[in-house]
């Protein structure tokens, strides 16, 4: 198995399927990595999300000449499906131990 980066998540927010398209939506998505130059776009340097309703993914846009970035891959749906999973669980869990303070 290998392991593609990904862009960052800062804000969780929701996958769900209409017909034949996957919408996902309210999802914040940051950079890569620090050093990356493809996803700023060269007259404002803001990101900009790449989301695809028929394959269910979400990623970001590429600014580069021919638009391909090497550099990550986006989130699939099913990938975003699992995250809001597993924040459901940690959220549900009950602090066995008392909070600091």
Not at 77 to 91: F, G, K, P
Request: aromatic share 4%; with cysteine; net charge negative.
């Amino acid at each position: 198995m290998t392991y593609q980066q990904k862009p960052s998540i800062f804000q969780v927010g929701k996958v769900h399927e209409s017909g034949d398209s996957v919408i996902v939506s309210g999802w914040g998505l940051g950079m890569c990595a620090p050093s990356c130059r493809c996803h700023r776009n060269p007259t404002d340097g803001q990101l900009a999300l790449a989301e695809d309703q028929a394959g269910g993914s979400l990623g970001l846009r590429s600014f580069t000449e021919d638009g391909v970035c090497d550099c990550c891959e986006a989130w699939t749906a099913a990938e975003l499906t699992a995250i809001l999973r597993d924040v459901a669980l940690v959220e549900a869990l009950d602090s066995s131990e008392p909070a600091a303070g």
